[in-house]
């Protein structure tokens, strides 16, 4: 970058010569550049002289600033950095942006002003100011001329708000809160300032005064690279000059290793399937890079974490308070995947499913800058619904895209991680080929966690031991066989004493193997100790969590929340990134599974409970049990299984894995269920009267059924609506007749039950299922209706990935009803059945059963039970895509019937009497756009 000519020691001269050669400097600066000194800042030398060094900053065709004459005004009174701060009393500007107001210099107290300038001297410190003004005020003029800062390209880095552009914004203000992130204060009021404010540190840094007052990782032209080079590509644009290369930025170089980066992906931990914490997903981003000289192992490759900073604060009402009301920051952390994994895959047993952006080359390398700059400034709002880790990878993104492309978050009042990536899949880039290919590619390799391991383990144990009845007598495979059940127990000691019978249940199985198939069953009986080894690590990283969790609530009880506030948390962070040599000597610990286990290793917490201490010992029996395995795993390896290749046996096993994955992924659809709509047009067929036409129209915030298959969605076993509605209207002549509505607030089902090894009770063998919502039919007596219902769910049948299922449900349902006079509150029980089976063909086409049955109490004036049924069969039959569109057609038929139960006539009557009450046929036909 251009640096100033040093100032002049000389003072202000006194005699005749000196102020004829300060009036015709004074009088030269008005005709070279239209800047007009008068009174005593036409008098002061030195003033003179930093006008002359800021002017000779800037590239010479911008040295004249357009908007025609500009005076510099000196008052006599002093303000913090010698300039105004826009108020009344001590404006910047006046008369239309004709007058610079300048002041008498004064030390402040800003923290970011001052960072990178305490190794100038005071008097360096007030020339360094004095150009820098002059810088501000030539800039503001060219971006008024030029709107530079209202451009997107600019606007994005600190993401810009507009009045009115989002809800409750009623001012132009940036999303990064972080003070540290701008120049200084009053880079913060507007896009405008932040630009000028900006420019007057890149013409004028630090080291223009003094060659060594910064290191040079700390320069600001090694920390704001996306500002300059947008700052560059703007006077670039303007053809008002170039800037010099920012030159060898040795600690961002390093870290960066920009020639041998592959590719960027955007990882999604998905959710497991139990916990409905967990549905919404987490979006992170992985820079993939080339293996170099040096192999670095998997562990050690980086990941962004876009979080919200929480601290160790509790999670409880008030924690999610602040978590949907911005108590915390989101922030961007450099962590790497072993920290990753150690969380996701094992504690929390999520797999994190990989998708690769496909940018250009200048986009990769933008996106690193990002990445750097954001991890040291990038503090965003947190708001759970809107401003959360799918906004800020967008934040990142949009921040580095090429040619003025920008992705649009996919809502305004709720931003999805998974509709994200709908998002980005939707949107078009051009290859290094020409062709067009979607910005977001799925990469059939997921990153599998522990428990999801675990169950295909157990599916291909089961496998390994059909195959090994073909190659063993009887008697050889009962010991294993009996080993293989003492293995499935939900009880660490019976476990751990099977893993002690495994090696001579193996050895013998082997020894009575015919000769020419004992090769086959040694593969077969090493891959099953491999299999059974990995469902017991699931058990023992279950156990972790859950000692974990124990712990933290220990700590919490003690009330050393405060040691652990978030605020404090991104103070501490914050000071650390200020400077880089504090960054090199201090390795950061960014996992926060890591700042948890330091923080519970070192603090005193109370005595657990009887149940906390019931867990932690089966967590010690857990953990033996998990010695034993492989403690067994090693005998047969050194032993009788020595002659197997354990790497042929990983790289087979990852073959079937990857394989299978991609089998899924080509026939699943790629959209998650966020945003949906549905519109239908069929029949009814009420008790009484003639069929008439219906038309619905469906809409869904979220809606992912039991059993669909989504590249961007949710676990297939899980379903989850949210604010899920559907409205029935008679079209005829005039206004529409309203037959009914249906509103779902929130409801959850899963069918996926724990693992048998990591079973506690009953529940843990069952799926369950809650919803909330409201429903209206204009020809009930009561037509309004609230409900809430909960069910346990028992699957009696299913396949792997639950595309197709048969489950029952047992629960209870409490509802209130009401009309204009009357409400009536009722309770019972809820009997459902569940059918699912998949059809051939892409995108997850299925034949859908759901039936109901409920009973239930009235209260009130008349009280008594009521009986209600409906059943609903459904067709989801995928057509394919049509240019960026996915068409699903959903013919169905409804029936639903409610009333009270007449008594059978005897034994002698030829025939049953009708239940009373009313009925509703519907056939339909729905048409769904993706």
Same mark, same amino acid.
């Given at each position: 970058m251009p640096h100033a000519a040093p100032f002049p020691n000389a003072e202000p001269g006194t005699n005749s010569a000196q102020a004829s050669s300060l009036a015709s400097r004074v009088a030269a600066l008005e005709a070279t550049t239209g800047i007009?000194?008068?009174?005593?800042?036409?008098?002061?030398?030195?003033?003179?002289?930093?006008?002359?060094?800021?002017?000779?900053?800037?590239?010479?065709?911008?040295?004249?600033?357009?908007?025609g004459r500009l005076e510099f005004v000196l008052h006599p009174e002093s303000a913090p950095l010698g300039l105004g701060d826009g108020s009344k009393a001590l404006p910047d500007w006046s008369e239309h942006r004709e007058q610079f107001h300048l002041y008498r210099y004064a030390p402040t107290t800003e923290r970011r002003a001052t960072l990178r300038l305490s190794r100038l001297s005071d008097a360096e410190t007030e020339h360094l100011w004095r150009r820098r003004a002059v810088?501000?005020?030539?800039?503001?003029?060219?971006?008024?001329?030029?709107?530079?800062? =209202?451009?997107? =390209?600019?606007?994005?880095?600190?993401?810009?708000?507009?009045?009115?552009?989002?809800?409750?914004?009623?001012?132009?203000?940036?999303?990064?809160?972080?003070?540290?992130?701008?120049?200084?204060?009053?880079?913060?009021?507007?896009?405008?300032?932040?630009?000028?404010?900006?420019?007057?540190?890149?013409?004028?840094?630090?080291?223009?005064?003094?060659?060594?007052?910064?290191?040079?990782?700390?320069?600001?032209?090694? =920390?704001?690279?996306?500002?300059?080079?947008?700052?560059?590509?703007?006077?670039?644009?303007? =053809?008002?000059?170039?800037?010099?290369?920012?030159?060898d930025c040795p600690a961002f170089d390093a870290w960066a290793e920009a020639d041998a980066l592959s590719h960027l992906e955007v990882l999604l931990i998905a959710a497991t399937g139990r916990q409905p914490q967990s549905l919404f997903g987490h979006l992170l981003l992985r820079p993939v890079w080339r293996e170099g000289a040096v192999v670095q192992g998997p562990s050690f490759e980086r990941v962004v974490q876009l979080v919200a900073l929480t601290g160790l604060e509790s999670k409880g009402l008030g924690y999610l308070v602040k978590g949907m009301t911005g108590g915390y920051s989101t922030v961007f952390l450099t962590g790497t995947l072993g920290d990753i994994s150690h969380e996701s895959l094992e504690l929390e047993q999520r797999t994190i499913r990989r998708f690769r952006l496909n940018l250009t080359p200048g986009e990769s390398q933008r996106m690193l800058e990002r990445i750097w700059e954001l991890e040291r400034r990038g503090y965003l709002g947190y708001y759970f619904f809107t401003d959360n880790c799918a906004a800020a990878l967008l934040f990142l993104l949009n921040g580095a895209l090429e040619d003025g492309r920008h992705v649009r978050a996919p809502g305004t009042l709720w931003v999805l991680p998974t509709a994200t990536l709908d998002t980005l899949a939707k949107t078009d880039v051009v290859d290094a080929n020409g062709r067009a290919v979607s910005l977001l590619e799925h990469l059939p390799d997921a990153f599998e966690s522990t428990g999801d391991r675990a169950r295909r383990a157990l599916t291909e144990q089961e496998r390994l031991l059909t195959r090994l009845a073909t190659l063993l007598p009887p008697h050889a495979l009962a010991p294993l066989r009996d080993v293989h059940r003492h293995l499935q127990s939900s009880e660490p000691d019976v476990r751990r004493a099977g893993y002690g019978g495994m090696t001579h249940a193996v050895t013998t199985a082997l020894a009575s193997a015919p000769s020419p198939a004992r090769a086959e069953a040694r593969d077969a009986l090493h891959a099953w100790v491999a299999q059974a080894v990995r469902v017991e690590r699931a058990a023992v990283d279950q156990a972790e969590a859950e000692v974990l969790a124990i712990d933290r609530e220990r700590l919490l009880d003690l009330d050393l929340r405060r040691e652990g506030r978030a605020s404090d948390g991104a103070l501490d962070r914050q000071r650390l990134f200020e400077r880089e040599d504090s960054v090199q000597r201090k390795l950061a610990v960014l996992d926060r599974t890591a700042v948890l286990q330091q923080a519970l290793a070192s603090a005193t917490k109370r005595p657990p409970t009887p149940d906390e201490l019931k867990a932690l010992v089966r967590a010690g029996r857990t953990e033996a049990a998990f010695a034993a395995a492989t403690d067994a795993q090693g005998a047969l390896n050194d032993g009788p299984l020595a002659d197997v290749d354990p790497r042929a046996f990983l790289a087979s096993d990852h073959q079937r894995k990857t394989e299978a994955e991609a089998t899924w992924a080509r026939g699943a659809l790629r959209e998650s269920g966020a945003a949906r709509t549905v519109v239908s047009a069929g029949m009814d067929f009420p008790n009484t009267g003639a069929a008439r036409p219906v038309v619905s129209l469906r809409t869904s915030a979220m809606n992912e059924a039991l059993g669909d298959a989504r590249l961007h969605g949710f676990q297939s076993s899980s379903e989850l609506r949210v604010l899920d509605g559907e409205l029935s209207v008679e079209p005829r002549w005039g206004v529409p007749r309203i037959l009914g509505s249906r509103l779902t607030l929130v409801g959850y089902r899963t069918l996926l039950p724990e693992l048998p090894q990591q079973r506690r009770s009953v529940s843990d063998s069952l799926g369950w299922g809650a919803e909330a919502g409201m429903v209206s039919d204009s020809e009930r007596a009561l037509p309004f209706r609230a409900l809430v219902q909960a069910e346990a769910l028992g699957v009696v049948a299913a396949s792997e990935r639950f595309d197709t299922f048969l489950a029952v449900g047992l629960g209870a349902r409490a509802t209130m009803d009401w009309g204009q006079l009357q409400s009536v509150p009722a309770v019972g029980p809820r009997l459902s059945l569940s059918h699912r089976t998949g059809l051939p063909g892409p995108g997850g086409s299925a034949l859908r059963l759901e039936a109901a049955y409920a009973p239930a109490w009235h209260a009130g004036a008349v009280s008594g039970f009521t009986h209600e049924a409906n059943a609903t069969l459904q067709v989801e039959w995928y057509l394919g895509r049509i240019a960026h569109w996915s068409v699903l057609l959903t013919p169905r038929a409804q029936v639903q019937w409610e009333g009270r139960l007449a008594s059978w006539p005897g034994h002698g009557s030829g025939r049953a009497s009708l239940p009373e009450g009313w009925a509703r046929r519907r056939l339909a036909l729905g048409v769904e756009l993706r």
């Open positions: 007009i000194l008068r009174d005593g800042a036409a008098r002061d030398a030195s003033l003179v002289s930093d006008v002359e060094a800021g002017l000779a900053a800037l590239p010479p065709a911008m040295r004249r600033p357009p908007g810088v501000h005020a030539v800039m503001q003029r060219w971006d008024d001329a030029k709107g530079w800062s =209202q451009r997107r =390209q600019w606007r994005r880095l600190d993401g810009w708000i507009l009045p009115f552009e989002r809800p409750l914004t009623w001012k132009e203000s940036a999303s990064i809160t972080y003070a540290g992130a701008f120049s200084r204060a009053r880079g913060q009021v507007s896009a405008s300032l932040d630009l000028i404010t900006f420019a007057e540190e890149l013409f004028i840094p630090a080291e223009s005064l003094r060659p060594d007052a910064l290191p040079v990782d700390d320069q600001v032209r090694c =920390q704001e690279l996306s500002k300059a080079r947008a700052l560059t590509e703007f006077l670039a644009e303007a =053809q008002l000059g170039t800037l010099s290369a920012r030159g």
